[in-house]
């Protein structure tokens, strides 16, 4: 199979040969992996029980599927990745926020993923044949995860699609086994002595919906169109495109993090997850869960670098996207080992989470609503403008920036962060909410009104017009 060379540049109608199948399966086999599983162990961590997990966790993804998967239907129409298409809101130059939010969303999964699926593949193989677990034993597991990590996103989109559609059915099997494999030890209760995160009910179990839940689908914003830009709008409708996004989402999102609520309250993990799980396990389910953390792992986090991969390609044009790839894949790497030698699992990820939710819905939001306006509507020419180092076109606007969209995500980023509560950060507006994290929902009214009243409709497109 061939290395994919196509970075972010438009992608011919005659490659764009995958279908709506395609984008469940991808979406469905790359989350099939202990990196999205962990986040059905937060609830546990903060002291939910089974049912206030649940909820929480199909609240939040509920939510967040509604609001991301539209975004897979502007690279349908457009043929590059959201952050390029971004351009047509916030200016050539300006999608560079886009970009920016991508590459940070991407990093923190890649490295989660790497950490969580090197941690339970070492704690495996030390009960399987004795591997010490020292910091030596965990260096050389992160470095091989990451080294096939690396080659499956440089090969590029096909051959993980091809990774994804084995996963799709291979993890299936494999969680299925475990179900059986940690019955015996489930509890529906909470885990003994752990007590609200946020000391009530409420505070805790919002905090849930929006750490274990909302951000899955969150986590998609820049990526859905790293994949939907492959199928051809031609052969496909918006309807089924959409369909299959939410499908795809909502399958490839709860299974896991369901299967990961279980798993926490059956092993009693509410300070760590790996460790307990290894523990936990039956002696004939630890060759099925090596696989899980191998295979799975792999799948996941390379979707994940290679959208960084094209994140990078698109703020240094000039870089390969081969090249760019390689260059994230260190930096992911160097988080992996800061993941496990100096954080503390559960206030590392909760507050990653949460913060890059505040920073990336009010981006997501400006470009659904540019979407709405503009009718879907583009010219794919106009958007590769800074990436062939040129200037003019219809995405102009002021030297590649628009500048009011622009205001209007800081602005809203602004305000997320200054309302979010993580277990590192408070921001000063939680009085206002009663200390109930309200991120995500200012950040994203907030940016989408300010971008709604600084250009209106008409002002838009008389904008456009004489750029």
């Given at each position: 199979m061939p290395i994919e060379q196509r970075g972010v540049d438009t992608i011919p109608d005659a490659e764009r040969t995958s279908g709506p199948r395609d984008l469940i399966a991808i979406l469905l086999g790359s989350n099939l992996c202990l990196g999205v599983i962990v986040f059905g162990w937060l609830p546990v961590?903060?002291?939910?029980?089974?049912?206030?997990?649940?909820?929480?966790?199909?609240?939040?993804?509920?939510?967040?599927?509604?609001?991301?998967?539209?975004?897979?239907?502007?690279?349908?129409?457009?043929?590059?990745?959201?952050?390029?298409?971004?351009?047509?809101?916030?200016?050539?130059?300006?999608?560079?926020?886009?970009?920016?939010?991508?590459?940070?969303?991407?990093?923190?999964?890649?490295?989660?993923?790497?950490?969580?699926?090197?941690?339970?593949?070492?704690?495996?193989?030390?009960?399987?044949?004795?591997?010490?677990?020292?910091?030596?034993?965990?260096?050389?597991?992160?470095?091989?995860?990451?080294?096939?990590?690396?080659?499956?996103?440089?090969?590029?989109?096909?051959?993980?699609?091809?990774?994804?559609?084995?996963?799709a059915l291979g993890m299936t099997v494999l969680l299925a086994l475990g179900i059986f494999a940690y019955a015996g030890d489930f509890t529906t209760a909470a885990v003994p002595d752990t007590p609200y995160l946020l000391g009530s009910f409420w505070p805790t179990w919002v905090l849930s919906a929006v750490a274990a839940g909302l951000s899955g689908p969150i986590a998609f914003i820049t990526l859905l169109g790293d994949y939907t830009r492959y199928i051809s709008p031609r052969r496909h409708s918006s309807k089924a495109v959409w369909r299959a996004t939410c499908l795809g989402l909502a399958a490839g999102l709860l299974v896991p993090q369901l299967f990961g609520t279980f798993t926490a309250l059956a092993a009693r993990g509410s300070l760590d997850y790996a460790g307990p799980l290894v523990d936990a396990s039956p002696v004939w389910y630890l060759v099925p869960l090596l696989l899980a953390a191998t295979a799975g792992s792999i799948g996941n986090a390379g979707l994940m670098l290679y959208s960084m991969g094209l994140d990078l390609d698109a703020i240094l044009p000039r870089a390969t996207r081969a090249r760019a790839t390689l260059a994230v894949a260190v930096v992911a790497t160097a988080f992996v080992f800061l993941g496990h030698f100096a954080w503390d699992a559960q206030s590392a990820m909760t507050s990653f989470v949460l913060l890059l939710t505040a920073v990336g819905t009010p981006w997501a939001v400006i470009t659904l609503i540019g979407h709405a306006r503009c009718g879907g509507e583009y010219e794919p020419e106009a958007l590769q403008v800074y990436n062939r180092r040129a200037r003019g076109g219809v995405y102009w606007f002021q030297a590649g920036w628009h500048p009011r969209a622009a205001a209007a995500w800081a602005l809203g980023a602004a305000v997320g962060l200054a309302s979010v509560s993580t277990p590192l950060y408070e921001g000063p507006l939680l009085a206002l909410t009663g200390g109930i994290d309200c991120s995500f929902i200012l950040s994203g009214v907030v940016g989408g009104a300010l971008y709604a009243a600084l250009t209106p409709r008409a002002y838009a497109v008389a904008e456009r017009s004489l750029a």
């Open positions: 961590s903060f002291g939910l029980g089974l049912w206030p997990a649940v909820t929480s966790i199909l609240a939040g993804t509920a939510v967040g599927v509604l609001v991301t998967a539209p975004l897979a239907l502007i690279s349908l129409r457009t043929g590059t990745n959201l952050s390029t298409s971004s351009g047509a809101f916030f200016g050539v130059r300006g999608r560079l926020v886009g970009s920016v939010v991508g590459l940070l969303l991407s990093l923190g999964y890649t490295a989660l993923t790497l950490w969580i699926g090197g941690d339970v593949m070492v704690g495996t193989l030390a009960r399987l044949i004795g591997l010490p677990t020292g910091g030596l034993s965990h260096t050389l597991v992160y470095t091989l995860l990451a080294g096939c990590t690396v080659v499956a996103a440089v090969y590029g989109y096909r051959l993980l699609l091809k990774l994804s559609k084995a996963l």
